[in-house]
């Protein structure tokens, strides 16, 4: 199966800020790559689909990029919302797997 | 507004079989646009994919629970199942239904937890 690595684990970030979050796959998933958002006690929310297409409602400080093996979700500037756990995924073919997660916490 | 709500015991005990229901709401898994998926959080940890149903010879599971696990369809009260053999404490989690169109989850349940113990 294709191993997602995320990092860092943990980023402590200031509102305002700026976030790079950084997926690396064990072997190429083309552009088969999401990108969700978890908070507490909640379902996870796809953000990006496709490595860099934006989902549904989910506003532009938003944006992902990359292609094969290394991608990145780039938050622009932090908002209070934005505080939350982020994964990766891929689905270029089964089993789909998940990165471990990235934490973006209140600095 | 589709909608997607996971039922089902929320204590199972070790040995014994997982049962989860999928009740879909504004639309129909009958329409072949979608996979129906199942994804479980244990506590405190990250998403693991248990696998997804699109057809019946396109039925598709996590090589880790390929033996113990089965998704099927019921169009007729327009949900799908969950069903997890033989089960140890190492399946507690919350169970969340999804919907995927192929190109990313964009549709999830509220997820329900489920604890394994005696």
């Known amino acids: 199966e294709i191993v997602l690595t995320q990092s860092p684990g943990t980023l402590s970030l200031s509102p305002g800020e700026g976030a790079t979050l950084s997926c690396r796959a064990s072997?190429?998933?083309?552009?088969?790559l999401a990108w969700y958002q978890q908070k507490p006690g909640q379902a996870p929310r796809l953000l990006i689909y496709g490595a860099s297409s934006r989902a549904t409602g989910i506003p532009d400080r938003f944006s992902g990029s990359g292609s094969e093996t290394d991608f990145t979700l780039t938050i622009s500037r932090l908002e209070p919302e934005d505080f939350a756990v982020y994964y990766c995924?891929?689905?270029?073919?089964?089993?789909?797997?998940f990165g471990q997660g990235t934490k973006v916490e209140i600095k | 507004q589709v909608q997607l709500q996971e039922s089902g015991p929320g204590l199972v005990k070790p040995s014994q079989t997982l049962s989860l229901t999928c009740t879909v709401s504004?639309?129909?898994?009958?329409?072949?646009?979608?996979?129906w998926s199942w994804i479980r959080q244990p506590a405190g940890k990250g998403l693991e994919w248990i696998g997804r149903f699109y057809t019946s010879a396109s039925t598709r599971y996590n090589p880790s629970l390929k033996s113990r696990v089965t998704i099927s369809l019921d169009p007729s009260k327009n949900q799908f199942s969950l069903r997890l053999t033989s089960v140890t404490a190492a399946d507690t989690a919350v169970y969340y239904c999804?919907?995927?169109?192929?190109?990313?989850?964009?549709?999830w349940g509220q997820g329900t937890l489920v604890t394994v113990s005696s």
């Open positions: 999804a919907r995927d169109p192929g190109f990313g989850t964009n549709l």
């Open positions: 072997e190429s998933v083309s552009d088969y």
């Open positions: 995924q891929h689905y270029v073919s089964s089993p789909v797997t």
């Open positions: 504004g639309d129909s898994i009958s329409n072949g646009r979608y996979y």
